[in-house]
């Protein structure tokens, strides 16, 4: 026994310098009070968010430095997604990441402007060998940004394990502690949706909310023989106004728990499951998001624990019963409320859809192929995360331009995991059928879904249903420069050209100055090009010829040549 002990003591004292190495392991990526906007779990588009985002007082410019020794292991640069972005390879088996960074230190800058001028291309993506680019704990790596797909300054920070790119909650790692939180997580609303199948398809509806669900309601909640609840909650944060994530929740049916979940280790290739987690249908109709309790037979998501009966809940009688949610943030600090619930027999049969109505049925675990006249769908297994009854028919009348009717292919308010492809016949001129491409519409709103002609039809991939029809653009961009011809520029910093297509989107782009190539960057969002001064490469007090061209996804090109000096 003595020995167990002391085995035991060992053991407790090498957690203790463990976790203390840890803590000591990392730095901070910027210097002051860390603030946040953002942090890991948030429940965003089409994904979890993966990180933190670090307030930097909403200006690109604050410095950015290494967390630790290590070494650059990858590079990248492009309009969209992390913009700017600098990957970190540690000896402890991390990998730090930091992304729409305003610039790149010197060194860095160097390295990647080399490659994007002998690839004559703005975007790279660059695995980079461990001796090239090393780097020391709290060395300068760049400035935070608004680089890529970022709604405004901040600095994108995650810690991710090498190998498998798992990102990590750094608080719950114990890679950092927690930032000063004294605030206990909000429940905004809660939801109730009733169940039943037809068939072997399930059926769902909301049939009660509670706005303030903190506050008491003496009445009971009457549910049907089966349901589930959505939960709509918050973390609150000292030291910033951001609305964060919640870390964990937990559901208790007369005490018992039958629900709960927590926010860990979630990879980036199962991110999109949360179209499964959440109630979708209300955030594509109300843009609510509500965390479900019922776990879909698709949903491969690894952050449920303690789930009975797949999260539906069925009451065993007519009596009232006590159900009771409970969220928890970060530092601990939880909240909780409970509902009255009494089952009232029978289901509300009015929310569900007639039999009738049914065209076919699609299984999450098979593929789906539809042919109609005019149209063929093939929907790949692993699409659904459920038994969908599928609507498909075209609806009447014909849109200005359209080359096809125009198809409903089944509701937006039902998600897809993995693309299905759509092919449409159309009738259209040999000369315009490279211009050809598949169009959705949403309310008065056309977008491209791209495609090529193929045997007398458009055919594309896309991961949403929604109204499709067959259309062609022939339209080149519009370039649109933000100074005059022969412009004297000699005090500016940047040349900035606006550029906008009308439907098939920005496919390539090249700038030459002089008749040299010349690095411009896109900035998708604002949909412009910059392209930043450099004395090395063009001369001071001189002017310049500059040559622009800009090709859409249809191949229809626009062109701009001009002069200015700088």
């Known amino acids: 026994m003595k020995k167990q002990f002391l085995y035991f003591i060992v053991f407790l004292l090498s957690v203790n310098v463990s976790a203390q190495e840890t803590a000591n392991y990392f730095r901070w990526p910027v210097d002051g009070a860390i603030s946040l ?11 979890f968010h993966a990180g933190l985002d670090i307030r930097v007082g909403g200006v690109p410019g604050m410095p950015v ?35 729409h960074l305003h610039t790149f230190a010197p060194a ?33 790596i760049g400035a935070a940004g608004n680089s890529g797909s970022s709604s405004g300054a901040h600095l994108h920070f995650e810690i991710r394990r090498t190998g498998t790119e798992t990102p990590c909650n750094v608080f719950s790692q114990g890679f950092y502690p927690l930032p000063a939180d004294t605030q ?26 509670r706005p303030n669900p903190v506050r008491r309601v003496k009445q009971p909640v009457h549910v049907p023989d089966t349901f589930y609840i959505g939960i709509d909650a918050y973390d609150a944060q000292n030291g910033t106004p951001a609305k964060l994530a919640v870390n ?22 199962a991110a999109r499951y949360i179209n499964s987690a959440i109630a979708y249908g209300e955030r594509q109709r109300n843009n609510r998001v509500f965390l479900k309790t019922y ?23 007519t009596m009232p019963h006590t159900v009771e949610i409970t969220v928890f943030d970060d530092a601990g600090n939880h ?23 049914i065209l076919s049925i699609a299984h999450w675990n098979a593929p789906t192929s539809i042919d109609r006249e005019g149209l063929s769908v093939i929907i790949p297994q692993g699409a659904l995360y459920r038994p969908v009854r599928l609507f498909i028919d075209t609806i009447a009348g014909k849109l200005e331009g359209a080359c096809s ?41 056309i977008y491209s879904c791209g495609g090529q002609w193929k045997n007398n039809a458009v055919e594309t991939k896309t991961r949403s249903f929604g109204n499709f029809f067959v259309t062609v653009d022939t339209l080149a961009p519009v370039i649109t420069p933000a100074f005059a011809h022969d412009a004297n520029l000699s005090k500016q910093t940047q040349l900035r050209i606006k550029i906008a297509d009308d439907l098939s989107g920005i496919g390539s782009y090249s700038g030459y100055i002089d008749d040299e190539w010349a690095l411009f960057e896109y900035d998708e969002k604002n949909q412009r090009l910059l392209y930043t001064f450099d004395a090395k490469r063009i001369k001071r007090g001189k002017k310049h010829r500059l040559l622009l061209s800009v090709t859409d996804n249809k191949g229809n090109t626009a062109t701009l040549q001009t002069a200015f000096t700088w």
């Open 37 to 47: 906007s953002a942090n890991y779990g948030e429940l965003r588009s089409n994904h």
């Open 248 to 269: 964990r929740m937990q559901v208790t049916l007369d005490g018992a728990t039958v629900f709960s979940c927590r926010f860990e280790d979630i990879p980036f290739d």
């Open 184 to 209: 206990a997580p909000v429940i905004r609303q809660v939801a109730f949706f009733s169940f039943r199948r037809q068939g072997d398809v399930p059926s769902t509806a909301n049939f009660y909310e």
């Open 295 to 317: 776990i879909e037979p698709g949903n491969k998501l690894k952050i449920y624990r303690n789930v009975k009966d797949s999260g539906l809940l069925s009451l065993p009688d």
């Open 335 to 357: 909240t909780a409320t409970a509902f009255t619930v009494q089952k009232k027999p029978g289901n509300p049969t009015s929310l569900f859809l007639p039999d009738t109505a």
């Open 405 to 445: 009717p125009l198809w409903r292919i089944h509701t937006p308010e039902t998600p897809l995991h993995y693309a299905m492809t759509v092919k449409i016949t159309a009738d259209i001129p040999d000369t315009l059928q490279p211009k050809a491409l598949i169009a959705g519409i949403t309310d008065s709103h």
């Open 65 to 99: 430095y290494a967390v630790a020794d290590g070494y650059v292991s990858r590079m990248v640069a492009r309009p969209d997604g992390y913009g700017r972005a600098v990957y970190i390879t540690h000896p402890n088996g991390t990998t730090s990441v930091y992304a």
């Open 108 to 140: 860095l800058k160097t390295y990647i402007e080399t490659i994007q001028y002998a690839r004559q291309r703005y975007t790279v993506d660059e695995q980079v060998a461990k001796n090239v680019l090393p780097v020391k704990k709290g060395q300068l």
